[in-house]
């Protein structure tokens, strides 16, 4: 006797995942010069960010990316917001 064809089972691990979308990179400006500064998300945490502009030293990669950003150590300011 033969067994009836079953379906697949679906398991949930299985399911592709959407991927995450990007948080939304905020702009900033040099407080010396007032010039735009980009934030390269290529940048190590320890690699300094530095006004493309005066060359102004703003402060580590690391501290522009913290939760809230530190703010009271980096020589640049947020752009609108």
């Known amino acids: 006797m033969t ?3 079953r379906r697949p089972i679906l398991h949930l691990k299985t399911v592709k995942q959407a991927p995450a979308a990007a948080a ?5 400006r040099c ?9 390269s998300p290529a ?3 320890k690699d300094e960010v ?7 030293l703003l402060g580590r990669a690391e501290q522009f990316r913290s939760d809230p950003p530190q703010l009271q150590r980096v020589r640049a300011r947020i752009v609108g917001g």
Do not use: I
Not at 24 to 28: E, I, K, L, V, Y
């Open 43 to 45: 940048l190590a945490d």
């Open 31 to 39: 407080k010396p010069c007032g010039a735009l500064v980009d934030l």
């Open 24 to 28: 939304p990179q905020a702009a900033w």
């Open 50 to 56: 530095r006004c493309p502009s005066c060359n102004a």
């Open 3 to 5: 067994e009836p064809t």
